[in-house]
C-alpha cells in the first residue's frame, strides 16, 4: 500500500512536469487532488486496511496530498507567467512604427463662407457682434415693432422654449442688443449667427441656417449708404463687375425697406436656370432703421439714423459652388464636407 503512494507521487509528478498550458493542468487536477481524484480515492481506502497499518498509511498519503498540492500550486504559478510572457508578446506593440495618420480637418463650408464675409466688413470698419440664440419674444418681435398679434409676425414661426422664450428666428434682435449696449455711440456692426424657424425641411429651406445681420446708427445715414455698403459687398465677394438692384419691400423694423438683388453670377443677367430666367439673384433684405427701432435702442430718431441688412450665408455658398441641396451643409456627410 505504502509502494502504491510512492508510485503515485512519482506518477503525478512527471505528469505535472509535462502540463504546457492551463487547461492540462486543470485536467492534472481533476485526475489527482479532485474529490474523485485517485489520491484522494486513496485516502477513502484507508478503513479496509488494518489497524496497524492504518497511521503509517494515512501519514505517507497526507504527505504526498501536501506536496502535489504545493507542486500543483508552483507549476500553476509558473504557467501563469508564461502565458501572461506570451501574450504581452504576441500582441506587443511595436513603438517604433509610425503612427496611423489622423487626417488634418478643415474648416466647414459655412464657416469659411462666415469669415470672407466678416473679411470683407471688417475692411469696411463693421466690427463682429454676437447676441444669443435663445431670445425673448421680446427681442426677436415686439421691439422690432412687432408687437403680439402684429400680422408680420407670420413671416416667422419658430421653435417655442416656452411662452416668452423662443429661438431667434433671424439676427434682427441683436440690432436691439448693441445698440442698448453702444449708445449713444455711433455703431457699425455685423451680427452673424444661427436662426431657427419651424419649416418644412426641403431642398431649399432648413429650420437652422445662418444669417448676417448689417446695422450702421449714426448721424446722416443715408439709403446711399446702405446701397454703396452692399454694391462693395457683393463686389468684393463675387467679383468688380457686379451689379445691384434694388426693390421696395417690406419689413416692421425698417421704413423704407427694400430687397437687393445683384446680377446672376453664372449668366451675368442673361437669364438661367440658377436665376430662374430673371437674370437677378436676391442677396438681402434691408432698409433705414425704422424710428420706433431708434428709440428702442435708445437712439433719439430725431438725430440719429441708420441703415441694417440681412443677409443669407448657405444661399451664396451654394451659388458659387453649384450646390442644389441645403441639406446638405447639415447633414455630416464627410463625402460632402471634404469637397471644400
Ligand atoms: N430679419 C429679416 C429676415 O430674417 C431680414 C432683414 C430684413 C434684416 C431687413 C434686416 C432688414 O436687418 O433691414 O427675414
Known amino acids: 500500500m505504502l509502494d502504491q503512494v ?4 512519482e506518477e503525478a509528478l512527471a505528469a505535472l512536469e509535462a502540463v504546457e498550458h492551463s487547461e492540462a493542468l486543470s485536467e492534472w487536477n481533476r485526475r489527482y487532488l479532485s474529490k474523485k481524484g485517485t489520491l484522494t480515492q486513496m485516502l477513502h481506502s484507508v478503513g479496509q486496511l488494518s489497524k496497524e497499518d492504518r497511521p503509517a498509511f494515512g501519514q505517507a498519503a497526507n504527505k504526498v496530498k501536501v506536496a502535489l498540492e504545493a507542486a500543483y500550486e508552483a507549476r500553476a504559478e509558473a504557467l ?3 502565458e501572461m510572457t506570451r501574450e504581452l508578446e504576441s500582441g506587443a506593440v511595436d513603438v ?6 489622423v487626417g488634418p480637418g478643415h474648416l466647414h463650408i459655412t464657416t469659411q463662407t462666415l469669415r470672407q464675409i466678416y473679411a470683407i466688413f471688417a475692411e469696411m470698419g463693421f466690427q463682429v457682434y454676437e447676441s444669443p440664440d435663445v431670445e425673448t419674444d421680446e427681442m426677436n418681435f415686439g421691439l422690432l415693432n412687432m408687437p403680439p398679434h402684429h400680422p408680420a409676425r407670420d413671416m416667422w414661426d419658430t421653435f417655442w422654449i416656452s411662452d416668452q422664450v423662443l429661438l431667434r428666428t433671424h439676427t434682427s434682435p441683436g440690432q436691439i442688443r448693441v445698440m442698448r449696449e453702444r449708445h449713444p455711440d455711433p ?9 431657427y424657424r419651424y419649416e418644412q425641411i426641403t431642398a431649399r429651406s432648413e429650420h437652422q441656417f445662418y444669417q448676417v445681420e448689417g446695422l450702421a446708427v449714426g448721424h446722416g445715414i443715408r439709403m446711399t449708404d ?3 455698403t452692399l454694391t462693395e459687398f457683393a463686389r468684393r465677394l463675387y467679383g468688380p463687375e457686379r451689379r445691384i438692384r434694388i426693390r421696395s419691400s417690406y419689413f416692421p423694423f425698417t421704413e423704407p425697406s427694400i430687397e437687393a438683388d445683384m446680377d446672376c453670377i453664372l449668366c451675368r443677367g442673361e437669364g438661367c436656370r440658377v436665376c430662374r430666367h430673371s437674370g437677378w439673384l436676391e442677396i438681402c433684405g434691408a ?13 433719439n ?3 440719429w439714423s441708420g441703415f441694417a441688412f440681412g443677409l443669407g450665408v448657405e444661399r451664396p455658398a451654394m451659388l458659387k459652388y453649384d450646390i442644389d441641396d441645403i441639406r446638405l451643409f447639415y447633414g455630416n456627410d464627410l463625402r460632402f464636407l471634404r469637397q471644400f
Open 226 to 228: 446702405l446701397i454703396g
Open 96 to 101: 517604433t512604427l509610425p503612427g496611423r495618420p
Open 287 to 299: 432698409g433705414m432703421v425704422h424710428p420706433v427701432v431708434l428709440q428702442n435702442g435708445g437712439y
Open 6 to 9: 510512492k508510485q503515485l507521487e
Open 301 to 303: 430718431p430725431e438725430e
Open 80 to 82: 501563469r507567467r508564461s
Open 187 to 195: 455703431i457699425r456692426v455685423i451680427l452673424p449667427g444661427k436662426c
